[in-house]
């Protein structure tokens, strides 16, 4: 298995409250990700880093901020929460891109699921 | 709008038969296309993965097909055991997007035994 852990595992908060999610990999792989999954709607692309200091929005950036100093973390952070962003949060990572060899796959770890009241 | 779909939200399917998740999308840039397998309170796992310059691509009980003329592909487990009951997603990519995956949905399959 992919060394990546995610921290906490579980968090409740108050709407308005910053909370910051981390993911820490023993991989030294390039990429990070964070996701959201919600029913119907699979995972989601929150932001993602191609390197340290290097990130970028995904598909429902709105609402968070992600930091990268360390190759090993990627932090995200809700500056302040809101009931919407209740939710599963996944971290995934992956290497350079192998091209249409293969090599594109992402290793997730095990998620934080997030409750905003 | 979303660019991956999974049509059928769950499946049930009796031990030892064929179970068939499908898959379609709309952006004709994708070229890699991956399975992954989620079990409860658990991250998604990486199961098989097929580029767009293959329609086939097999590992044990698990076979991806891919027809790019209707933007559909398919993951085939033969033969079902109960242990393969979990949520099933299909993810999409560019190839030269940085790694980034587009999910469908997600397909709960249930084997019975």
């Known amino acids: 298995d992919a060394g990546i852990t995610q921290s906490p595992r579980h968090k409740v908060t108050e709407t308005g409250t910053p909370v910051t999610l981390r993911c820490h990999q023993t991989?030294?792989?390039?990429?990070m990700y964070w996701y959201r999954q919600d029913p119907g709607h699979g995972l989601r692309l929150i932001h993602y880093?191609?390197?340290?200091?290097?990130?970028d929005k995904g598909e429902v950036s709105d609402g968070y901020s992600v930091s990268r100093s360390k190759t090993e973390d990627f932090l995200l952070t809700l500056e302040s929460a809101t009931s919407s962003q209740t939710s599963v949060y996944f971290c995934?990572?992956?290497?350079?891109?192998?091209?249409?060899?293969?090599?594109?796959?992402?290793?997730f770890g095990p998620g934080t699921r997030l409750t905003v009241l | 709008d979303q660019q991956v779909k999974q049509n059928s939200p769950s499946l049930s399917v009796q031990e030892g038969r064929i179970s068939i998740l499908n898959c379609d999308y709309t952006?004709?840039?994708?070229?890699?296309f991956l399975w992954y397998k989620k079990y409860p309170a658990e991250g998604p796992t990486f199961l098989i993965s097929?580029?767009?310059?293959?329609d086939k691509n097999e590992d044990g009980r698990f076979t991806v097909f891919l027809n790019k003329s209707a933007k559909h592909l398919s993951l085939h487990i033969v033969p079902s055991q109960p242990g393969d009951s979990a949520v099933y997603f299909c993810?999409?990519?560019?190839?030269?997007?940085?790694?980034?995956?587009?999910f469908g949905g997600g397909t709960r399959l249930m084997v019975k035994p």
């Open positions: 995934a990572i992956s290497e350079d891109k192998a091209g249409l060899a293969g090599g594109g796959e992402q290793f």
């Open positions: 991989e030294n792989h390039r990429y």
């Open positions: 880093s191609y390197g340290v200091k290097d990130t």
């Open positions: 952006n004709s840039m994708f070229d890699y």
């Open positions: 097929i580029s767009s310059i293959k």
């Open positions: 993810a999409a990519s560019v190839n030269n997007a940085g790694n980034m995956l587009t």
